[in-house]
């Protein structure tokens, strides 16, 4: 079983840029499907962004597409999520996943529920 641990939230201005990073254990990151979920206030957790496992494509939600930017990396069993030009509406507790199972990445489609996530980060953006 993977365990995720998240950092690198903050207050930021609108505009600038926040990178979050998730470094997993227990197991081998590779060997899963990762994505990035937000909640912001007053709503339900939503996908943001995630890694297939069959072709390495990635999904972005609309609102982030161009913003922001997904990647794993192997040698520190870790994933990040880069963020651009931040705005107000990014303000959330961002967290990161994992799931064995590929199906959960459709980069044409969506992401679904995940099996693992960490406790989350909160990303405030101010105007």
């Known amino acids: 079983q993977v365990q995720l641990v998240e950092s690198g939230g903050g207050l930021v201005q609108a505009g600038e840029s926040r990178r979050l990073s998730c470094v997993a254990s227990?197991?081998?990151?590779?060997?899963?499907?990762i994505a990035w979920f937000r909640q912001g206030p007053g709503n339900g957790r939503e996908g943001v962004s995630c890694i297939s496992t069959r072709d390495g494509m990635a999904y972005y939600k609309d609102s982030v597409e161009g913003r922001f930017t997904i990647s794993r990396d192997s040698a520190s069993n870790s994933m990040y999520l880069q963020m651009r030009d931040l705005r107000p509406e990014d303000t959330a507790v961002y967290f990161c996943a994992a799931d064995p199972r590929n199906w959960v990445c459709l980069p044409q489609v969506g992401v679904y529920g995940f099996d693992y996530y960490g406790k989350g980060t909160q990303v405030t953006v101010s105007s």
């Open positions: 227990g197991d081998i990151l590779d060997s899963y499907t």
